[in-house]
T-cell receptor, first 110, second 114 residues
Framework: KQEVTQIPAALSVPEGENLVLNCSFT??????LQWFRQDPGKGLTSLLL?????REQTSGRLNASLDKSSGRSTLYIAASQPGDSATYLCAVDTGNQFYFGTGTSLTVIP | GAGVSQSPRYKVAKRGQDVALRCDPI?????LFWYQQALGQGPEFLTY????????KSGLPSDRFFAERPEGSVSTLKIQRTQQEDSAVYLCASKYRDLSYEQYFGPGTRLTVT
């Protein structure tokens, strides 16, 4: 069974700092990897989708990379802002199922 | 609306009651997924539909859980004889097609069993 791990579980940074969130998965047979943001009491908002054939995707201050062979993905957030505070989840898509990590809880301190 | 919608948003049930949770996927999306998210955890897969066919129900935790999508659009997740351990957020997601397409999630239904 696919296992997805996210490190760190929690992160607190001052505003303006660049940061990296890590995601690892055990089975490289995936179709894509998706990063989500979840605010307290809310659903999941998709941030970036990386297809299995791609190496990275960028959206604004966010950059996600994928190394399928080693089972790793990173989400880079540049110039963090207090509004970035949320839980960030990565999920790998095996075609008919998503496997999620337990998330990284990010707090950006003004 | 343009997104996935779920109702009710919040549900409180007494232990032993039956509940039904509804999901309206994005129009035209073939694939529909249900997930259960316990507090502080990532979502866990429950079941998957392609149109009206339930292709995978391996994540349903017990035979008290039942899902249907009779016309290939709206889906209902039913939980019979609810237990306290069923308390969680139930998320629905839809996808245009299988494989590499993006999943879009609804806001979830928070179920509390007292």
């Amino acid at each position: 069974k696919q296992e997805v791990t996210q490190i760190p579980a929690a992160l607190s940074v001052p505003e303006g700092e660049n940061l990296v969130l890590n995601c690892s998965f055990t089975d490289s047979a995936i179709y894509n990897l998706q990063w989500f943001r979840q605010d307290p009491g809310k659903g999941l908002t998709s941030l970036l989708l990386i297809q299995s054939s791609q190496r990275e995707q960028t959206s604004g201050r966010l950059n996600a990379s994928l190394d399928k062979s080693s089972g790793r993905s990173t989400l880079y957030i540049a110039a963090s802002q207090p509004g970035d505070s949320a839980t960030y989840l990565c999920a790998v898509d095996t075609g008919n199922q998503f496997y999620f990590g337990t998330g990284t809880s990010l707090t950006v301190i003004p | 609306g343009a997104g996935v919608s779920q109702s009710p948003r919040y549900k409180v049930a007494k232990r032993g009651q039956d509940v039904a949770l509804r999901c309206d996927p994005i129009s035209g999306h073939v694939s529909l997924f249900w997930y259960q998210q316990a507090l502080g955890q990532g979502p866990e897969f429950l079941t998957y539909f392609q149109n009206e066919a339930q292709l995978d129900k391996s994540g349903l935790p017990s035979d008290r859980f039942f899902a249907e999508r009779p016309e290939g659009s709206v889906s209902t997740l039913k939980i019979q004889r609810t237990q306290q351990e069923d308390s969680a957020v139930y998320l629905c997601a839809s996808k245009y097609r299988d494989l590499s397409y993006e999943q879009y999630f609804g806001p979830g239904t928070r179920l509390t069993v007292t």
